[in-house]
């Protein structure tokens, strides 16, 4: 009897210790609700204190202004702008007195700093130069949790402000009156419509011009936008303060290039006929 009671006793107590290892787990469960709480609460009061935490703010990666060409009658103006390319992808104005203008030659065409406002003052070309002074913002904090006997440790590191400056240009053409009709070619002087143009193999390169109202004084040739229509035959350089208009071939086929300026005068785009380049 001592010994079947004995024995009893023994599995109660052995019941009673496998009853406890099964309790154990769902006490430790309750904690952790708790614990993550804390975390949580000490996290949202250190990000607070960085001022945004772990979001980022996109930064002004590069800037271009617009219009991308323009020309001008002497006497007459163009409002130039600013437009920023952001680290997230997206386009937006920039304004302000972060932004200061220059031109190349005051004697061809003048413009306003802060502002962006262009007079033509003479016949030529003058390049118009926009710098841009943005501000990157810290890339906040970078917080750190350990947890030391079921209690919470946060440390923090917070970077700081930065500035960087980013320049731009536009070329403007001030012409005698205003452009109302362009004419593009590839002999140099000349502005005589030209429908056709042949460069032999690849890689090489042929240099077109571009001339206002059939005038070979008027040389447009650096203030407009120059297109291919099929890069992957020939590509042609546009946008630049110099080398406008610089064809070069890239495999055989044809493409068609075109000049487009904006004549701010009487607030029309205008476009030059289409020359079929063939790459042989």
């Known amino acids: 009897m001592d010994s079947a009671g004995t024995q009893s006793s023994l599995v109660g107590k052995h019941g009673e210790c496998a009853s406890d290892v099964g309790r154990h787990p769902r006490k430790r469960i309750r904690v952790r609700p708790l614990l993550t709480l804390a975390v949580g ?139 109302n009709r362009t004419v593009i070619g590839t002999t140099q002087g000349s502005p005589i419509s030209q429908s056709t143009a042949t460069i032999s193999g690849a890689p090489a390169s042929l240099q077109f011009y571009a001339y206002a109202n059939g005038d070979a004084s008027n040389d447009l040739t650096q203030a407009v936008t120059w297109t291919s229509s099929n890069p992957s035959v020939a590509t042609i350089s546009s946008g630049r303060s110099s080398g406008n208009g610089l064809a070069s071939s890239v495999a055989a086929g044809t493409t068609n290039i075109t000049a487009t300026t904006s004549d701010t005068t009487t607030g029309h785009v205008v476009n030059s006929q289409t020359i079929v380049l063939t790459v042989e």
């Open 41 to 179: 609460v000490f996290l949202c009061a250190i990000l607070a204190a960085c001022g945004g935490g772990f979001f980022i703010h996109p930064t002004l990666s590069s800037t271009f202004i617009n219009p991308a060409s323009a020309s001008i009658a002497t006497g007459k103006t163009a409002q130039l702008a600013v437009q920023g390319k952001y680290s997230d992808g997206s386009q937006q104005g920039v304004s302000g007195d972060s932004i200061t203008w220059s031109s190349s030659d005051d004697t061809i065409a003048t413009v306003t700093s802060p502002g962006g406002l262009v007079t033509g003052v003479s016949a030529g070309t003058a390049i118009i130069t926009s710098t841009t002074t943005a501000t990157v913002p810290g890339t906040g904090c970078v917080v750190t949790v350990s947890v030391v006997n079921g209690s919470p440790t946060l440390s923090k590191t917070c970077s700081s402000a930065s500035t960087e400056t980013l320049t731009s240009t536009v070329n403007v053409n001030v012409t005698a009156s205003a452009v």
